[in-house]
Antibody, heavy 119, light 108 residues
Framework: QVQLVQSGAEVKKPGASVKVSCKTS????????IKWVRQAPGQGPEWMGW????????HYAQKFQGRLTMTTDTSTSTAYMELRSLTSEDTAVYFC????????????WGQGTLVTVSS | EIVLTQSPGTLSLSPGESTTLSCRAS???????LAWYQQKPGQAPKLLIS???SRRTGIPNRFSGSGSGTDFTLTISRLEPEDFAVYFC?????????FGQGTKVEIK
């Protein structure tokens, strides 16, 4: 079955960077893209961006431009999301999800990675 | 940006009851590019419905979606114990993709 397995929880200090991995299995990685969203406690998910695993095409949410980088490694069917210059407002659960295109549904999702930013 | 507003914020219901959740968009969701997700505590959201009314394979038929334009609904008929969760709507008409703030369906 299709699975997305994310790396474990992270605790970072303000100003640091975090890199979350999303290892996929059960489907042809390059036939889809990977979406990244984050979810603060009690809130709906917030779209961060999308990357095509086929050709590396990328769309980032404007609010993260300049401090967000998404990449893929087709040899290991893994996607990565790196967020820099962290502040306490970046504390959230970060999810990856499979997506067919730069707009579309999220199906399925990874289990989530809690990133806590605290001094 | 398309803003999605869900109502009500919380529903307190008993197993066996039926309910309707609302999702209203700030502008038209063309082609009915609207999805519904279910999220349980500590878990990732799970896709229930896409295209406003198409159930994902394996989703029970007690879940149904309807609507068009700016007004969409998710109906859950005869709530089962496993249906108590938070439900989100999402539009995929255009970037940025956006989600509603969620409706919590809790046990009364």
């Amino acid at each position: 079955q299709v699975q997305l397995v994310q790396s474990g929880a992270e605790v970072k200090k303000p100003g640091a960077s975090v890199k979350v991995s999303c290892k996929t299995s059960g489907y042809t990685f390059t036939d889809y893209g990977i979406k990244w969203v984050r979810q603060a406690p009690g809130q709906g998910p917030e779209w961060m961006g999308w990357i095509s695993a086929y050709n590396g095409g990328i769309h980032y949410a404007q609010k993260f431009q300049g401090r967000l980088t998404m990449t893929t490694d087709t040899s290991t069917s893994t996607a990565y999301m790196e967020l820099r210059s962290l502040t306490s407002e970046d504390t959230a659960v970060y999810f990856c999800a499979r997506g067919t295109a730069w707009v579309g549904v999220y199906d399925p999702w990874g289990q989530g990675t809690l990133v806590t930013v605290s001094s | 940006e398309i803003v999605l507003t869900q109502s009500p914020g919380t529903l307190s219901l008993s197993p066996g009851e039926s309910t309707t959740l609302s999702c209203r968009a700030s502008q038209s969701v063309t082609n009915n590019f609207l999805a519904w997700y279910q999220q349980k505590p500590g878990q990732a959201p799970k896709l229930l419905i896409s295209g406003a009314s198409s159930r994902r394979t394996g989703i029970p038929n007690r879940f149904s979606g309807s609507g068009s334009g700016t007004d969409f609904t998710l109906t859950i008929s005869r709530l089962e114990p496993e249906d108590f969760a938070v439900y989100f709507c999402q539009q995929y008409v255009t970037l940025p993709e956006t989600f509603g703030q969620g409706t919590k369906v809790e046990i009364k």
